[in-house]
């Protein structure tokens, strides 16, 4: 679904799916049920699935407005409650050839710096 290979509004065939994958039909009613709790899978009727609509302009317009407003605040809060052993995780991530972190002369802080 995520790459396409699957067309919204498609009926999925749970009994397909689980030959293709080598897994037994259970397995994949239990990952549908958990798309259909992410809205990417409907269980409209006893029919069976099919894979959810594609969102409207305006749903994802009303994402990013939400994003906008969240993400800088969970930004700031993930800088203030941050630990020594978590920006070191971090750094330790960081391809150093493009962003690296320094120490701030004063207080400790880790400032950004692209090169």
Same mark, same amino acid.
């Given at each position: 679904?995520? +790459?396409? &290979?699957? =067309?919204?509004?498609?009926?999925?065939?749970?009994?397909?799916?689980?030959?293709?994958?080598?897994?037994?039909?259970?397995?994949?009613? +239990?990952? #549908?049920?958990? #798309? &259909?709790?992410?809205?990417?899978?409907q269980k409209p009727t006893i029919r069976g699935y099919t894979t959810s609509a594609l969102l409207s302009a305006e749903e994802v317009d009303q994402l990013?407005?939400?994003?906008? #407003?969240? +993400?800088?605040?969970?930004? =700031?809060?993930? =800088?203030?409650?941050?630990?020594?052993?978590?920006?070191?995780?971090?750094?330790? &991530?960081?391809?150093?050839?493009?962003?690296?972190?320094?120490?701030?002369?004063?207080?400790?802080?880790?400032?950004?710096?692209?090169?």
């Amino acid at each position: 679904m995520m +790459e396409h &290979e699957i =067309a919204p509004m498609t009926r999925i065939c749970i009994d397909a799916v689980a030959a293709r994958l080598g897994v037994a039909p259970t397995a994949v009613r +239990e990952a #549908l049920d958990r #798309l &259909e709790a992410d809205g990417l899978a409907q269980k409209p009727t006893i029919r069976g699935y099919t894979t959810s609509a594609l969102l409207s302009a305006e749903e994802v317009d009303q994402l990013f407005q939400m994003r906008t #407003l969240l +993400e800088p605040l969970a930004a =700031a809060e993930a =800088a203030r409650s941050r630990s020594r052993k978590l920006t070191d995780a971090l750094e330790a &991530e960081v391809d150093p050839r493009r962003i690296s972190f320094r120490l701030g002369p004063a207080r400790g802080d880790h400032a950004l710096q692209s090169q």
